[in-house]
């Protein structure tokens, strides 16, 4: 080792982990709904409170629903398993009503099979973390699913042929019916019309829509169906490129 260089020193490991707490700090403070009968998933509830947020735990799913459906929250941070309903039930319940769909899900559970996580994210799930995980990547993607949307400066309301979306108010029309979506398909959907006509690889849908996080190339397919579903007589609008990624196309094209 030269004299320039030196180890890495206690103080210096200490200043890292500084920066990195004074970065999760800044987070916006939300109602957090931690919904799991698992003590380690369960343990989340502390780190979550430190960080500012208010943390509503439940160990019954059916429990949770019934308060979200009458309170509302900011981030449900949702377990597979549960005692007295699967997980991916509450996530259809709660895209399923008007007034829960747009809530983030983040599901941190100890099944962590490829189907599972495939699964969640086609019923709406906005992210997924398996078992065993570190506390402080939790505490990273809430805090970028809870992260303010950016105005556009562009104009608010961006139209394809049937298709309008208003990035101020996150709704969305086709044929000037309404339709719902949750966070990400929105996302995924504004993604895809602000850079009409370009192919967006899968690898930069992932660094738009769900900020980097390592969810794999088969969550943003899964989310191209389901959004497309949705869609009805505009879903052909969302154009598949083969072994690259997808593109919104003009509906002359």
Same mark, same amino acid.
């Given at each position: %080792? ?13 200043? =890292?982990?500084?920066?990195?707490? $004074? ?11 931690? /919904? ?53 039930? *509450? ?11 747009? /809530?983030? *899900? ?8 490829? %189907? +599972?996580?495939? *699964?969640?994210?086609?019923?709406? !799930?906005?992210?997924?973390?398996? $078992?065993?995980?570190?506390?402080? =990547? ?13 105005? $556009? ?8 042929? $049937? ?8 709704? !969305? ?19 895809? %019309? ?13 660094? *738009? ?10 969550? !943003? ?17 969302? +154009? ?14």
């Amino acid at each position: %080792m030269s004299e320039h260089e030196r180890e890495p020193t206690a103080s210096d490991e200490a200043g =890292e982990e500084t920066a990195e707490e $004074a970065a999760l700090s800044l987070e916006p403070k939300a109602r957090v709904v931690l /919904i799991t009968n698992d003590d380690t998933v369960g343990s989340l509830e502390a780190p979550l409170r430190d960080v500012g947020h208010k943390v509503s735990l439940f160990r019954e799913g059916r429990l949770a629903l019934a308060a979200l459906k009458t309170t509302g929250a900011d981030l449900v941070v949702l377990d597979l398993v549960l005692p007295d309903v699967q997980g991916l039930e *509450i996530c259809r319940a709660l895209r399923g009503d008007r007034a829960t769909r747009g /809530i983030p *899900i983040l599901v941190v559970t100890s099944r962590s099979e490829e %189907m +599972e996580r495939v *699964i969640a994210f086609e019923v709406g !799930v906005d992210d997924f973390v398996a $078992a065993p995980f570190s506390v402080r =990547e939790v505490l990273l993607r809430v805090r970028v699913l809870l992260r303010p949307r950016p105005v $556009a400066r562009a104009a608010a309301v961006l139209s394809v042929g $049937a298709l309008s979306l208003d990035a101020r108010s996150h709704r !969305v029309w086709v044929d000037k019916e309404e339709v719902t979506l949750s966070v990400r398909e929105f996302r995924l959907l504004e993604a895809l %019309m602000t850079r009409r006509d370009r192919v967006l690889p899968r690898q930069a849908l992932l660094e *738009i829509v769900w900020g980097g996080a390592d969810v794999g190339a088969r969550s !943003v397919d899964a989310y191209v169906t389901r959004l497309r579903r949705k869609l009805g007589a505009a879903r052909d609008y969302v +154009e598949t490129v083969s072994s690259v990624g997808y593109r919104l196309k003009s509906p002359t094209d």
